[in-house]
Structure formats: C-alpha cells, structure tokens
C-alpha cells in the first residue's frame, strides 16, 4: 500500500512523522509521502524536518518516506511561485489543495495549480472537463480522496478521468492513525467512486510508479 498525502504534528495532524510510519508499517504501507500543509511562511522549516526524519528511516529499508508538502489555501496567482519553492527546498511531492466542496478554496486554484509544477492535485472537488483535459497534458495526477467532504467530487472526477483517460491516484488525507487505510478500505474508496476493478488496479500502479520515480 501507498499514500501520497498525508499529515504530522508539523501542520494539524496528530502524530509524529516517525509515529505516523510505523503506524503505517504496521498496517502494511511500502511508502508514505508525509505532506503537511505549507505557505511561504513555513515551507522550509516543514520540509527541512520531514527530511530529517526521511534520511534516517529510508536507509531501515523498511517503509519508505518522501517528504513532500500541501500547498493550502494558497492564492492562486502564488501557487506556481510556492511550487518552486518547494521544489528548490527538497520536496519530492508536491500537492495542492484543490477546490474542496467543504472549504473556502480560492476559485481557480485547481487551474493555477495544474499550470504549475506539481504533482498531484488533492480532492479538486466539481472539476472542470477543461482542468482535467490541462492534467492530462500536463501529466499531474488527481486525487480520488478517502477524506470525509472532500470526497463528494470523487464521482464526478472518475466519470471526467476515465473519458479523458486522466491519471488518478486515491489518498487517505490522513491526520490521524485511525484514517490510514487498510486495503479493504482503499478498494471500498474507489470503488465507491465509481472505478471498476481494473481501473482501480490501474490507479495503484500510479501510485508505484510516483514512488519508484521519486526515490531514483
């Protein structure tokens, strides 16, 4: 199993991230990235910890970590800049809060999200055909979400993925031990989306394929 979004105690989560990977271990997991919701203001210090902790636990060989951060609630026209950011200061993962229909997302964050260099944009809510048409050209992948309100786009974000055959990865958002998933839960998020059980192998092979780029 893997998870691409997730939270520690550096934003609003509850766990450590060293915490939150042997509780992952434990379930499972071959690779988490640790993604904790960044602005400018503390990207640096976000990354240089989860880094850390990254060098030390990768070289067990045992669950794999990849820092990584959520751009969140960020005005659009500075997403392409914090992006960069990011990047510059270590992050292997690169998120962006999307258009939640259970948040005050800024309109056109998902857009300005998929013109920048990221690598997943989080539970983008009502989608637009033009956004997902723009992640396929662009190659960043969309989250099914496993995230309680977030989640309510997730059908419509599968009926758009698969006519423009968009590249779809399924998270857990997890700030808690009790929202990791197992991979009965996992199959029960996508395919509660709508996916069949050949496109839900399909969206696990992405997540692999994230990881094993990553971690070259």
Request: charged share 25%.
């Amino acid at each position: 199993m893997i998870d691409l979004h997730t939270h520690s105690i550096l934003s609003d989560g509850e766990l450590l991230p060293t915490e939150l990977l042997r509780r992952a271990l434990v379930l499972g997991y071959k690779a988490v990235a640790i993604t904790d919701h960044v602005d400018f203001g503390n990207v640096e210090f976000v990354l240089n910890q989860v880094i850390k902790v990254a060098e030390k636990i990768n070289k067990l060989n045992q669950i794999k970590l990849l820092p990584g951060v959520e751009l969140t609630h960020i005005p659009p026209t500075l997403i392409p800049e914090l992006a960069k950011k990011a990047k510059e200061n270590g992050a292997k993962i690169i998120v962006v809060h999307g258009e939640s229909p259970v948040e005050p997302v800024a309109e056109g964050t998902n857009l300005s999200a998929l013109e920048s260099d990221i690598d997943i944009l989080a539970h983008p809510g009502l989608i637009t055909e033009k956004e997902v048409k723009l992640a396929v050209k662009r190659k960043i992948y969309l989250e099914i979400s496993g995230r309680k309100g977030h989640c309510l786009g997730n059908g419509r974000l599968v009926s758009w993925a698969r006519q423009y055959k968009a590249k779809l990865v399924i998270n857990s958002d997890a700030h808690s031990s009790s929202d990791l998933f197992t991979q009965e839960r996992i199959r029960k998020v996508g395919l509660g989306a709508g996916l069949t059980e050949k496109e839900l192998e399909k969206v696990f092979e992405n997540s692999l394929k994230i990881v094993r780029g990553k971690l070259k």
